[in-house]
């Protein structure tokens, strides 16, 4: 995966990141990036928030930081999300998205 070929977006509170997430999958895992998106699939299904919930829980345990850190910013009911990370530099996110 190539992190430098995400639109990243530096705001007043953190960064934001495209996400394109297939709910219902096997194992929740980070994909790669697909046209400037981060591409992720969660085994929880897309209802009442259990898909986003579990985003933001692999986001956090995938980049070592907290839940709380991460909150879902457009998106809420669409495969294509935005979610802004905050407590974190862009180059800091870019090296953790390197490792994963």
Same mark, same amino acid.
């Given at each position: 995966?190539?992190?430098?070929?995400?639109?990243?977006?530096?705001?007043?509170?953190?960064?934001? !990141?495209?996400?394109?997430?297939?709910?219902?999958?096997?194992?929740?895992?980070?994909?790669?990036?697909?046209?400037?998106?981060?591409?992720?699939?969660?085994?929880?299904?897309?209802?009442?928030?259990?898909?986003?919930?579990?985003?933001?829980?692999?986001?956090?345990?995938?980049?070592?930081?907290?839940?709380?850190? !991460?909150?879902?910013?457009?998106?809420?009911?669409?495969?294509?999300?935005?979610?802004?990370?905050?407590?974190?530099?862009?180059?800091?996110?870019?090296?953790?998205?390197?490792?994963?």
């Amino acid at each position: 995966m190539n992190p430098d070929d995400l639109n990243l977006r530096e705001t007043g509170d953190g960064i934001e !990141i495209p996400v394109i997430v297939r709910a219902g999958g096997r194992k929740n895992e980070i994909r790669g990036t697909r046209d400037g998106q981060l591409r992720v699939a969660v085994t929880q299904v897309a209802e009442k928030g259990k898909a986003n919930d579990a985003v933001i829980a692999l986001l956090a345990k995938s980049f070592g930081i907290a839940k709380s850190s !991460i909150k879902l910013t457009r998106g809420s009911k669409s495969t294509k999300k935005t979610f802004e990370i905050s407590n974190i530099s862009k180059a800091e996110l870019i090296e953790k998205l390197k490792v994963c």
